[in-house]
């Protein structure tokens, strides 16, 4: 998020001052158009000079750019649409997108997972999902705000167009580090269902003689730092369960290859709490005390895993444990904008109606959404990516990409894939270049 405090302040003067207010604008104008604002009241916002203001609500024919607000931003009414398309009130449509208010009524669709289900939701009926459509609209608002300084400042903030690559670490490795019993257990799976090479193959690579599939770290990284890119690790670290799969919190090649990757670039390494975590309490702590005891300092960015998360609770708890960053805002079976971002904004507590402290980085496009639910071959893939990619650079924000290790093996369900990552790089990279 770029910040331009030589830029003047934008002023603004509601009569109806509330915490829907002050989020929507603080998306607009700091998360999107980097600018600062000030509320100010009537009496000196129409004395000041200042070149840029904002009246929302009150008469209309003073200083500055005026929006009837359409009454959403008023008060704590929480509705399964959106502001009529007719509307002048882009705050209002900002902050119902950007709060994922349709996300939290009752009457929400919801998957196997708890998920939110976004077929058929809004965004994806109106065709918002492939935008980060609150951008497009703060730009619209940058446009009548500041006037003829606009195109200067437009230009500035496509400059800004960047690319992140994050990569989930699901199981750290096929086969090493998963203790006696979960190892014999899964020798002898094989050995009745008369997977004989695969269980050669886990003998000796639990003995260290073959190479693990799953230890693709060292390929990742050379693909990376070859275009000039730092990828972001999030380890799993739950206890066993049924979706909870990885190698265990104790496990010491696990530990060891969160160090080396520590070591290699320091903060790279945060926290991917799991599927049970994301409604347990009791959980997720256990996992991040976990966390500090292996790195020795708390993690600051998680994402969950199955991106599962109850609405409100598992971020308030996040929260607590002091996380600044989630980066788990995108959909599980369609790639996309979530919530109409790709700038980093601060999330808003819908059932608290406050905004908090922790900053919300969505992702565009995940390796399992395009493979398992949108069912892409790997030749589908780089322009569907480069498509996602275009229109965030069409606003200057940030392209995410989250990606598993498990996917460069190459095996099982990503057979053929294994070229598919270098070439969305390299896309990613000539883009961004």
């Not at 992140?164 to 020798?187: E, I």
């Not at 693709?216 to 972001?232: K, V, W």
């Not at 369960?241 to 530990?255: F, I, M, Q, W």
């Not at 598993?404 to 598919?420: D, R």
Request: glycine share 10%; aromatic share 12%.
């Amino acid at each position: 998020m770029v910040r331009y405090p030589e830029l003047p302040t934008v002023l603004v003067n509601a009569p109806h001052w509330t915490p829907r207010l002050e989020a929507a604008l603080e998306w607009t104008f700091t998360s999107v158009l980097g600018l600062g604002w000030e509320r100010m009241d009537k009496a000196a916002f129409e004395a000041s000079g200042a070149p840029w203001k904002l009246s929302y609500g009150g008469p209309s024919g003073g200083p500055g750019c005026w929006i009837e607000p359409e009454g959403l931003l008023d008060g704590t009414e929480l509705r399964a649409f959106p502001p009529r398309s007719d509307t002048s009130d882009v705050l209002a449509l900002v902050f119902w997108m950007g709060s994922r208010m349709e996300e939290f009524m009752d009457t929400a669709a919801r998957d196997q997972h708890g998920r939110f289900n976004p077929d058929g939701c809004v965004s994806m009926v109106r065709g918002w999902i492939g935008r980060p459509v609150c951008e497009e609209w703060s730009f619209q608002l940058g446009g009548l705000v500041l006037g003829e300084d606009w195109p200067e400042h437009q230009e500035r903030l496509r400059k800004e167009f960047a690319v992140d690559s994050t990569l989930d670490v699901d199981s750290a490795f096929a086969f090493r580090g998963k203790g006696p019993w979960r190892t014999g257990a899964a020798f002898g799976r094989d050995v009745l269902s008369g997977q004989w090479s695969r269980a050669v193959h886990r003998f000796r690579a639990c003995r260290g003689l073959d190479h693990d599939p799953y230890d693709t770290f060292d390929e990742a990284l050379d693909l990376h730092a070859a275009r000039g890119m730092q990828p972001t690790w999030f380890f799993l670290l739950s206890r066993f369960g049924t979706h909870d799969k990885g190698v265990g919190a104790n496990s010491k090649a696990l530990r060891g290859l969160m160090h080396r990757m520590e070591g290699l670039h320091p903060g790279s390494v945060q926290w991917h709490p799991g599927y049970t975590a994301a409604g347990d309490e009791e959980a997720l702590s256990w996992e991040f005390e976990a966390f500090k005891e292996i790195m020795g300092r708390p993690p600051c960015a998680t994402r969950q895993h199955y991106l599962r998360m109850i609405p409100g609770t598992t971020r308030r708890r996040l929260i607590e444990l002091g996380i600044e960053e989630d980066h788990t805002e995108g959909h599980a079976n369609v790639a996309g904008f979530r919530g109409g971002f790709s700038r980093p904004r601060p999330w808003y507590d819908l059932e608290n109606e406050t905004l908090t402290g922790l900053m919300l980085l969505p992702f565009a496009a995940m390796d399992a959404t395009l493979n398992r639910y949108m069912k892409l071959t790997p030749d589908e893939v780089v322009p569907k990516v480069s498509e996602l990619m275009d229109a965030v650079k069409s606003t200057g924000g940030t392209f995410r990409l989250l990606w598993h290790n498990e996917t460069l093996a190459s095996q099982g369900e990503w057979n053929g894939w294994g070229a598919v990552y270098p070439n969305v790089l390299e896309a990613l990279s000539m883009r961004r270049g």
